[in-house]
């Protein structure tokens, strides 16, 4: 049933137009003021049409109007403003009122028929629109959370211990958006020998998480014919080679197109050796305890992922007591100040990571970070950030040979949002 609502002081008009759209099918209700008029449509909630007159006590049509036009007002209401004048500036009212249609008191029965008829064609496409709005509103809150509800996971699947024997870490991971592409994560191999790895997916959403996710479990399996980090000897892979299995586990197909940069480094915990391989991803950073110096590491290998020809090289350093080494994706150094249109860089990593040495290392992935964020002058970040700092102690006497291989699931790092 579709309805009009009415509105005219004069009982000879209302009685006309009421009759006339009544033949034409149209359930009528009437009104003889502005106000009595809101009354009715707050009451009456299935109208959305309104044919009001312009000139009537208490509330005229032009203020009628207005109130109905309110983003205030409950919904969208087609509003007609009839009129007795016939002028340019008449109509030029109206419509700056909100009227959705002008006619002037005396038009053809046929005309009024037709603008009626087009101004319900009108009402029913807004009505469908809404209709899909709503249903889209709910979709995306169905999405977010289960985006929400997948980021959570994403998150307990970073490492809770950060101290080992010879050995203290700290990390923090800030996706961009819900989910994001980098992951992190160490895992004692043996009683001397502790891997840790960082790694950043390409792109954001859905298809890069899921992909981090896939390369995490991979990962993580320490024993067995399935394991990459160690072989069927359960002698421990060097780090070009699981980058390496890596790379053909993942290569993209015309399909998907997705590929990650890495660094991937195994540390004698005993020894300060550190047997380290950089797949794409930008250079680690070398904090030198004796000197607070601060150099570059890396290599300039292919990204992970995308070559089916590559040859990965790594590297070995020895660590000295108290060095540090820092591994972070490129949301650090890409980070950007809007006004001085340039990037925080690698050279300003390496500064800061000096500038910071003095505190405590559990410490310094924060400071770090909101040094970052001081200096783009912004909270948020516009890629994921994710920073991992690894501090050998130096040797250590070995009380037990035994050691947990498994990796821990629970997140003590601080995430923001």
């Not at 205030?72 to 007609?80: C, G, L, N, P, T």
């Not at 496409?125 to 809150?141: G, I, M, R, S, V």
């Not at 405590?360 to 970052?372: A, G, K, W």
């Amino acid at each position: 049933m579709e309805y009009i609502l009415i509105v005219d002081d004069d009982p000879v008009s209302l009685l006309f137009m009421s009759s006339l759209l009544k033949r034409c099918g149209y359930q009528i209700i009437s009104a003889k003021n502005g106000l009595e008029a809101l009354t009715i449509l707050t009451e009456k909630p299935q109208i959305q049409f309104v044919l009001s007159d312009w000139i009537m006590p208490e509330m005229d049509g032009i203020e009628l109007c207005k109130k109905l036009k309110e983003l205030e007002f409950d919904r969208y209401i087609f509003f007609v403003l009839l009129s007795g004048k016939d002028d340019k500036l008449s109509v030029i009212n109206g419509i700056n009122a909100g009227a959705d249609d002008f006619i002037v008191k005396g038009t053809d029965v046929k005309e009024l028929e037709a603008r009626v008829k087009a101004g319900f064609r009108t009402l029913e496409l807004h009505n469908k629109l809404t209709d899909k709005n709503q249903e889209l509103d709910l979709a995306y809150a169905t999405i977010r959370k289960d985006l929400d509800s997948a980021g959570d996971l994403i998150r307990q699947l970073l490492p809770t211990q950060t101290n080992f024997a010879g050995v203290e870490l700290n990390y923090m991971s800030i996706p961009s958006a819900q989910i994001g592409g980098d992951m992190l994560g160490y895992m004692q191999l043996d009683p001397e020998h502790l891997a840790f790895y960082l790694f950043d997916v390409a792109g954001h959403g859905v298809s890069s998480a899921l992909m981090s996710f896939s390369v995490q479990q991979s990962l993580s399996i320490i024993e067995g014919p399935s394991s990459i980090v160690k072989d069927i000897n359960n002698q421990i892979t060097p780090p070009e080679e699981v980058i390496n299995k890596l790379n053909k586990l993942y290569i993209s197909d015309d399909k998907i197109q997705l590929y990650f940069t890495m660094i991937y480094a195994v540390l004698n915990v005993k020894t300060g050796d550190m047997h380290y391989c950089s797949a794409g991803h930008p250079p680690l950073v070398w904090l030198h305890n004796d000197s607070k110096k601060a150099e570059l590491i890396g290599h300039d290998n292919f990204v992970v992922g995308a070559f089916d020809f590559v040859d990965y090289q790594s590297s070995q350093i020895k660590l000295s007591p108290g060095d540090k080494i820092w591994v972070y994706s490129d949301g650090i150094t890409e980070a950007e100040n809007k006004q001085a249109t340039k990037q925080f860089t690698e050279n300003g990593l390496r500064k800061s990571i000096m500038d910071i040495s003095s505190h405590p290392t559990h410490l310094q992935t924060e400071l770090l970070v909101n040094r970052v964020r001081t200096w783009q002058e912004s909270n948020t970040f516009e890629d994921d950030v994710s920073v991992l700092a690894v501090e050998w102690k130096g040797k250590f006497k070995q009380e037990d040979d035994s050691c947990n291989t498994k990796l821990t699931t629970k997140v003590n790092a601080q995430f923001f949002r």
